[in-house]
């Protein structure tokens, strides 16, 4: 499978993410291309991860064909065949398509990012430990790093085209969207949680957190939208080896940020844009890490054909 860090079709694009490329099929559809390149610390990485693009596309498929009846979601097709024949003005573009695009529904983005919580980890945790609280709201005392949330929190943030997204209280989110519609997003972002973290337990992966959007179409339908529940929306543990108190080990760009760790304690990287140029070694460790989240989700390897 070629490496991508952009894409090329010959639909109009209306969007460059810092992973996917957006394009524009007509007035109710889209296409998504996860492309391979890969952010940490804000900052895209000159080096693209091998098969990055088509795992965070076919986790996100595999999720919402498990989906399937509870919530209604914006995937149309993730097979480069099926896409092709839906549109066929992408004909003799198969290879950069395969794996790593998917037809959508098209409506429009809800501006907040739904984050579920179900163990205490990331800024969630740095928070806590320095006030007692997340987003300003107290939490219960006593709380360790990594440990289980029950019932899991919903933590809204703000979307951010560049820089960090920011937590903002539950309050604030129905300032914006208004009471309904929020109460309707904390809903379904409950229910897919729930039902991922109960999925993926089953496979021996703890979903610590995830981050889900939603959009609406023009007929007014709420869909759950972009990707779900993948290594770079989510944390996912190894259950056989959870220990709270402490950080856990992660399948997702853990030895990317490692390495860019040292490289920034080390006096090499002041943090900012270009990042130093990455070694193969940690091009594919991350690679690798990327594909075992896929393998112990779905309980199959990735091929793509």
């Known amino acids: 499978m070629m ?20 394009y524009e099929v007509d007035a109710d559809r889209l296409l998504l291309v996860a492309t391979d390149r890969v952010s940490a610390y804000d900052v895209v990485m000159a080096e ?14 595999w999720w919402f064909r498990q989906l399937e009846g509870l919530v209604k979601h914006h995937m149309i097709a ?31 983005v809800f501006p907040i990012e739904c984050v579920i919580r179900g163990y205490l980890s990331g800024s969630a945790w740095r928070e806590y430990a320095k006030t007692g609280t997340l987003a300003g709201e107290k939490l219960p005392a006593g709380l360790q790093e990594s440990g289980r949330l029950d019932p899991p929190i919903f933590s809204p943030a703000t979307k951010a085209e560049s820089g960090h997204d920011e937590n903002i209280t539950v309050g604030r989110m129905r300032e914006i969207l208004g009471v309904d519609v929020t109460a309707e997003l904390e809903r379904l972002t409950r229910l ?24 609406r179409t023009r007929s007014g339908e709420i869909l759950l939208i ?28 853990q030895p990317l940020r490692d390495w860019l760790d040292v490289e920034r304690h080390a006096g090499r990287w002041n943090g900012d844009a270009p990042a130093p140029k990455l070694p193969a070694a940690v091009v594919e460790a991350t690679s690798k890490r990327y594909l075992e989240a896929y393998r112990r989700l779905t309980g199959s390897e990735l091929k793509i054909a």
Not at 240 to 252: L, M, N, R
Request: hydrophobic share 40%.
């Open 226 to 253: 972009d990707e779900v529940m993948t290594p770079d929306s989510s944390r996912f543990w190894p259950a056989d080896g959870y220990v709270p108190g402490k950080p856990q080990p992660s399948f997702d760009k």
């Open 3 to 22: 490496l991508m860090t952009t894409s090329d079709l010959p639909l109009k694009r209306i969007a460059r993410g810092k992973v996917r490329d957006v």
């Open 78 to 108: 993730a097979d480069a065949d099926r896409i092709i024949a839906e549109v066929p003005a992408l004909e003799g573009h198969r290879d950069a398509l395969l794996g790593r695009a998917m037809l959508c529904r098209r409506g429009t």
């Open 192 to 215: 897919v949680y729930t039902k991922g973290r109960d999925v993926a337990a089953a496979h021996g992966i703890i979903i610590a957190d995830t981050k889900f959007e939603f959009g």
């Open 48 to 61: 693209p991860i091998p098969m990055k693009g088509a795992v965070l596309t076919q986790v996100s498929a």
